[in-house]
């Protein structure tokens, strides 16, 4: 085992100092290079360091470093270690086991340095936070930070800084430039004053830790306006930036792989709600809202019923219902939801306001009544007071049960059926034909013979065709409308037009919009877009093209040196001005080469 040299010089780690830069200090007053110190206190002993490694040390130091011997040469603590590094946060959302993998701030950290002159001035040290992208002001000096030397105007790389004070390319003092940064509004100063205060206690906070699902719960109870019972309309309103759709399904941990909430989209909803991370870490979510949060929608209770229609070749089968989309009906005036179909047998139901379910159409209570008592000799009045049902739907009821031939109903004379009558239903229920229409074709010779073709099997196929196919453009006009008005907005912003784009837009998923028949809109609009660019990339190259050949008019040049004066190509001509190709080509003067 290799002893350890205490510093002869131990500084004393600045108020929000970077651990990078406290060692880059310390091994310059205690004459060592910083990766031949770090060198001397790596973890792995087999691992040769490079100044690569540099920008690890104030992520998760202790995945590279050997903090015991790091405290003892240095005089730092523990403590001092993870408050100026992202130990902490990283510690507080455990969502790896491994800290250096975790995701939590992918993407966040800076490779080139921002700072404040006169903050290195004062303290000779460079800020953990300045490493955070968003963090662009010093609130201290209510100035913008630099993101360059002042003197030879390079950006500086994290890992190429060895003294704190200097630019490692010109030697140039960093604290030493002339001030020319304006004031910043201090309105922006007041939103990055938030920031940074709730950075500064993320980095400083020691307390317990919490699971990526933990964490997105109380994401969650803040969209529902932190009320007691889950909304998902009212956080759908909300306008949360990220993905609502994984938000949800991490608070309920229903991911198929263990993954973070990115600590943007958690900034995101606190700013908006005037939240300071603190009060977001002791937030307690009611028991009763985390049950209802699990609960199971209306939709996967519905995927979990079974058509109960006693000969019915699905009987018990579970998830072979198919919603009709209809989601809101009543009947004998009580509330019914998702109102869905049986494929095989064609009773229709729907959920109760207990979410049980229950049957819409009356075939199941018929059956009941047919299969013990013969009704062939009843009068109508008679049969309306024995089956509780009106005359129409009687006829319904023994035009279904004679075509399937589910009960012996002796005495009642079964209608025929006529097979081109037949195709011809089938086929204009394809066409999109509505069976309102259907119902009083001429052909028909009673309303009888209609019911009889109307249950058929082959026309309850033809129904079930019609519902599981896409909904058209019309089937909701104020989601097409919501959709037309993200696309409007995105085309007016100049941004990429594509599902996915107005997915995130507007709050919902690529897949909704596709199965609410809004695709083409997006296309539409994506077309329109590429058309709009097009025209513009063709205005530019007709005007270079133009100002060039009137510039040298009577002149002989090359379209060699057409191209290199207009930024251009022969490909680009072609794509975006193929007429500019013949007007060229028509210049006697012009020698192509």
């Known amino acids: 085992m290799s002893i350890i040299k205490r510093f002869t010089i131990r500084s004393k780690l600045a108020k929000c100092e970077s651990l990078s830069s406290y060692l880059t200090r310390a091994a310059g007053t205690n004459g060592r290079d910083i990766v031949g110190l770090l060198e001397m206190v790596k973890r792995n002993e087999d691992y040769l360091l490079h100044t690569g490694d540099l920008k690890r040390m104030d992520f998760f130091p202790a995945s590279m470093l050997n903090i015991d011997k790091l405290c003892e040469m240095t005089g730092l603590t523990r403590v001092d270690v993870n ?82 004070n200097r630019c490692p390319y ?36 020691t307390g317990r830790s919490f699971t990526p699902s933990e964490i997105a719960i109380k ?63 002791e937030l307690n979510v009611p028991e009763g809202f985390i049950h209802s ?8 209770i519905a995927a979990g019923t079974a058509c109960i229609a006693p000969w019915c070749e699905r009987y018990g089968v579970r998830g072979e219902l198919v919603s009709t989309g209809i989601f809101h009906t009543k009947k004998g005036g009580k509330s019914l939801s998702y109102c869905m179909f049986c494929p095989s047998c064609g009773c229709e139901y729907a959920l109760d306001e207990d979410n049980h379910l229950v049957e819409r ?93 109307r249950y058929h099997p082959l026309v309850v196929q033809a129904l079930f065709k019609s519902y599981t196919k896409p909904k058209t453009q019309d089937s909701d006009p104020i989601f097409r409308a919501n959709i037309n008005n993200t696309c409007m907005e995105l085309l007016e912003c100049d941004t990429a037009i594509n599902l996915p784009a107005v997915a995130k837009a507007w709050g919902t998923s690529a897949t909704t919009i596709r199965n609410k028949g809004c695709s083409d809109l997006v296309e539409l609009y994506r077309t329109k877009q590429f ?63």
């Open 531 to 593: 058309e709009m660019k097009r025209g513009k990339v063709s205005m530019k190259i007709e005007q270079k093209v133009t100002r060039y050949l009137e510039e040298h008019e009577g002149k002989k040049v090359s379209m060699k040196e057409l191209y290199a004066v207009t930024h251009t190509n022969y490909a680009s001509l072609r794509r975006y001005a193929p007429q500019l190709i013949k007007q060229i080509k028509s210049k006697k003067n012009v020698l192509l080469s």
């Open 361 to 453: 159409s009356y075939f199941i209570k018929a059956y009941e009544i047919l299969s013990n008592r013969n009704i062939s000799k009843l009068t109508w009045p008679e049969r309306i007071k024995v089956m509780g049902l009106k005359r129409g739907r009687i006829q319904r009821v023994l035009a279904y049960f004679q075509i399937r031939d589910v009960l012996e109903l002796d005495g009642i004379k079964k209608p025929a059926i006529n097979e081109k009558m037949l195709e011809k239903f089938v086929q204009e229920l394809d066409k999109g034909i509505d069976l309102a229409e259907i119902r009083f074709w001429k052909e028909w010779v009673n309303y009888d013979q209609f019911l009889v073709h």
């Open 170 to 205: 010109c030697s140039g003092y960093l604290s030493k430039v002339k001030d020319s940064r304006e004031i910043i509004d201090q309105s922006h100063v007041k939103q990055q004053a938030w920031l940074i205060e709730n950075w500064k206690h993320l980095i400083e906070y």
């Open 83 to 164: 408050r100026s590094s992202f130990t902490n946060l990283i510690r507080t959302f455990t969502d790896s086991e491994n800290g250096e993998q975790s995701k939590v701030l992918k993407g966040m950290l800076r490779e080139d340095l921002h700072y404040c002159p006169e903050c290195i001035e004062i303290t000779n040290s460079i800020s953990l936070h300045w490493k955070l992208k968003g963090v662009d002001v010093c609130t201290e000096h209510n100035k913008q930070l630099m993101n360059k030397c002042g003197h030879c105007h390079c950006s500086v790389m994290y890992q190429d800084i060895r003294v704190v």
């Open 219 to 281: 994401m969650v109870y803040i969209l529902n306006g932190q009320q007691e019972k889950y909304n998902k309309e009212l956080i759908r309103k909300s306008r949360y930036s990220g993905c609502l759709e994984y938000l949800i399904q991490c608070a309920r941990g229903t991911l198929s792989k263990k993954c973070a909430v990115h600590i943007t989209s958690l900034f995101s909803v606190l700013y908006a709600a005037d939240l300071h991370v603190r009060g977001f870490l």
């Open 293 to 300: 949060l699990h609960e199971k929608s209306i939709g996967e």
